[in-house]
């Protein structure tokens, strides 16, 4: 069973850049989450994508955004990047349905850095 | 609202010591509650987890059982290890229709050190 992989692990941006973080899902998994720690903080949800729509998001601006693929893997853009967004960005994925009790499956993250 | 506070460290112990650390939450629901752990450098992992009140969940010999009545999910162990070492997370899903399935509220996350 393949985990939840994410791409780059880390990168360097400068303020009012764009970047795109990707992510791919566990198998058999259909929804993918997108969650940002701050550095001593805990993971804060960004949003969640299931069947290619966005599906709930969190306390995040516009310029975050995201896409879901057919085969349930994922981006999340962050455009006009600004210093406070420097922080891990970790991916989860699980399986919507019956039963499910929300257990989520995450990836090792990117870590981001504006300078 | 959601929100889930967790006992601050960090925490530093030694081999085979009592590990207790803290966890309240406040749900408008029915939650499931979660404990994640991070080891450095990794992401995070699901430790253990309860859907139901007064359930107990157990995994690697840390427990936390659900308790409705004090709104608690508090981690204990009986004797740690130098492998013990990260950062714990406690953790509620909102559960139920109507909720984002993928949304789980975090608190802010404790270090663990235990020294040999």
């Known amino acids: 069973e393949t985990g939840v992989t994410q791409s780059p692990t880390h990168l360097i941006k400068t303020r009012g850049q764009q970047v795109t973080l990707r992510c791919s899902s566990q198998s058999g998994h259909n929804t993918v989450s997108w969650y940002q720690q701050a550095l001593g903080q805990g993971p804060q949800f960004i949003f969640q994508?299931?069947?290619?729509?966005?599906?709930g998001r969190g306390n995040f601006p516009p310029r975050f955004s995201g896409l879901q693929f057919p085969n349930y893997s994922s981006e999340l853009n962050v455009n006009a990047l600004e210093l406070d967004d420097s922080a891990l960005y970790l991916c989860?994925?699980?399986?919507?349905?019956?039963?499910?009790?929300?257990?989520?499956?995450f990836g090792e993250g990117s870590r981001l850095t504006v300078l | 609202g959601n929100s889930v506070t967790q006992m601050e460290g960090p925490v530093t112990l030694s081999e085979e010591a009592f590990l207790t650390i803290n966890c309240t939450y406040t749900a408008t629901g029915y939650p499931s509650l979660f404990w994640y752990v991070q080891y450095p450098g990794e992401g995070l992992q699901l430790l253990l987890k309860a859907t139901k009140a007064d359930v107990k969940g157990s995994n690697k010999g840390f427990e936390a059982t659900y308790r409705k009545e004090t709104t608690s999910f508090h981690l204990e162990k009986g004797s740690v290890q130098v492998s013990d070492s990260a950062v714990y997370f406690c953790a509620l899903s909102e559960g139920g229709r109507g909720s984002t399935l993928g949304r789980l509220y975090f608190g802010r996350g404790t270090q663990l050190t235990v020294w040999p």
């Open positions: 989860a994925s699980s399986r919507a349905g019956r039963g499910n009790t929300g257990e989520l499956f």
């Open positions: 994508y299931y069947r290619e729509e966005e599906n």
